[in-house]
């Protein structure tokens, strides 16, 4: 599985758009891209996962470039509850596990 | 729906002990897995099972067992604990749809400590 690298931590204004960032330069054509988030010492929670197109739900969108060598996770309004580790991890195809990197810890201010 | 539970949530160990933590899921799904986490990192792979009656190493099973003893329930034994086994330890299992897309849900976690 392709490697991912993310910045440490970032802060955003609550009801701002929080932007988390996430590198995969070496991902191959059928790794799927995912994205989850732990919040306080919580089990992690699926958020969004993605192949090449963009991708939208009800918690956030998901924009893969066009290379797919790197994605960014938006937040497009973010509340306090939002606070969080959140973590980018690519998927190979055909395989159900996951390998956790140590994540962005994102911190949202009133 | 329950969604993945484990029990115990907090437990203290001496080294040497021995205990198996204990995980069950009723949302039907095929795989199941067991994670640790130690302070500041991500989670690491123990074991997984694709199905009832499969498992497999992971990247740290070291130390470790596992039975997959039903499609429900997959648990995890450490046969004599050490320091360096204090972590969080989180059971999560897999909900498969469509064509290749697969959610893991994961349990509250067990907090363990072996002095």
């Known amino acids: 599985d392709a490697k991912t690298t993310q910045p440490p931590s970032m802060d955003c204004a609550e009801g701002r758009a929080a932007n988390l960032p996430c590198n995969h330069s070496?991902?191959?054509?059928?790794?799927?891209v995912y994205w989850y988030r732990q919040i306080h010492s919580q089990g992690p929670q699926y958020i969004i996962h993605?192949?090449?197109n963009n991708e939208t739900n009800e918690m956030a969108s998901l924009i893969i470039t066009e290379d797919r060598k790197s994605s960014t996770l938006i937040l497009p309004h973010a509340t306090l509850r939002d606070t969080a580790v959140y973590y980018c991890i690519v998927r190979g195809y055909n395989t159900d596990k996951l390998i956790f990197g140590t994540g962005t810890r994102l911190q949202v201010f009133p | 729906n329950a969604g993945v539970t484990q029990t115990p949530k907090f437990q203290v160990l001496k080294t040497g002990q021995s205990m198996t933590l204990q995980c069950a899921q009723d949302m039907n799904h095929n795989s199941m897995y067991w994670y640790r986490q130690d302070p500041g990192m991500g989670l690491r792979l123990i074991y997984y099972?694709?199905?009832?009656?499969t498992t497999d190493k992971g990247e740290v099973p070291n130390g470790y067992n596992v039975s997959r003893l039903n499609k429900r329930e997959f648990s995890l034994r450490l046969e004599s604990a050490a320091p360096s086994q204090t972590s969080v330890y989180f059971c999560?299992?897999?909900?498969?749809w469509g064509q290749g897309n697969y959610e893991q849900y994961f349990g509250p976690g067990t907090r363990l400590t072996v002095t």
């Open positions: 999560a299992s897999t909900r498969l």
């Open positions: 993605g192949l090449k």
């Open positions: 099972s694709a199905s009832e009656g």
């Open positions: 070496t991902i191959s054509g059928n790794e799927y």
